[in-house]
């Protein structure tokens, strides 16, 4: 069935270095794609979405890029800090069902 | 902006009890909401979408005479847990757009409600 599938399952980065979560989906209809933090005990923040239009977005130190060709998408984390320690989630739009697909999940640890 | 608020955050009730979980967007009118369960390191799993006025729409393997929601406004959906048992303690997060539908726009969460059935 459709799925967004999300790679790595964990990452671990020193303090300062950059960090790239992958996620590939299925459906070639998906126009919109989140990306969403979420912290221990608490509900998933949105951080940064790109729509099927555009390639690529930045906001500060977090970019992500969209291949809609290759169905994948990237978020991309530069000079990692501690606070960035958390579960990441990528999702993209199931057009046909009208709801988004969650992928699984990246837990990023930054090493001081 | 864009802000949504659950209640209560956390609940604990005895099996066969009844339990209700309420969700608000404080600062816009939510077209359509969401609720969602997740399980301890896992990933967030959708089980029925609702939109003001009209009846949720269930996932597959979702049974909506346990799971009862209610979207009466356009700031507030509820979902009941009918007659808990242990196996439905989990984490329930709702979420919120402004759009009918998913497909283009964004959805901000809940902070979760942790649900303890014993």
């Known amino acids: 069935g459709e799925n967004v599938e999300q790679h790595p399952s964990t990452l671990s980065v020193q303090e300062g270095d950059s960090a790239v979560i992958k996620c590939t989906y299925s459906?070639?209809?998906?126009?919109?794609f989140p990306w969403y933090k979420q912290e221990l005990g608490k509900g998933p923040q949105l951080i940064i979405d790109?729509?099927?239009?555009?390639g690529e977005k930045k906001d500060q130190r977090i970019a992500v890029t969209l291949n809609k060709t290759a169905k994948h998408f990237s978020l991309h984390i530069t000079e990692t800090q501690p606070e960035d320690s958390a579960v990441y989630f990528c999702?993209?739009?199931?057009?046909?069902?009208?709801?988004?697909?969650f992928g699984s999940g990246t837990r990023l640890s930054i090493r001081p | 902006g864009a802000v949504v608020s659950q209640h209560p955050s956390r609940v604990i009730c005895k099996s066969g009890t009844s339990v209700k979980i309420e969700c608000r967007s404080l600062?816009?009118?939510?077209?359509?909401m969401f609720w969602y369960r997740q399980f301890p390191k896992k990933s967030l799993m959708l089980m029925a979408t609702?939109?003001?006025?009209?009846?949720?729409?269930?996932e597959q393997g979702v049974e909506k005479d346990k799971f009862l929601i209610n979207h009466a406004s356009l700031t507030l959906s509820t979902l009941t847990v009918t007659s808990a048992h242990p196996e439905d303690s989990s984490f329930y997060i709702c979420?919120?757009?402004?759009?009918?539908?998913?497909?283009?726009?964004?959805?901000?969460f809940g902070p979760g409600t942790r649900l303890t059935v014993l």
């Open positions: 459906d070639s209809a998906s126009n919109y």
């Open positions: 600062d816009f009118q939510a077209t359509t």
């Open positions: 609702s939109n003001e006025g009209s009846k949720a729409t269930y």
């Open positions: 979420s919120a757009s402004t759009l009918a539908g998913a497909l283009s726009d964004t959805q901000y």
């Open positions: 999702a993209a739009t199931l057009v046909s069902a009208s709801k988004i697909i």
């Open positions: 790109i729509r099927s239009n555009v």
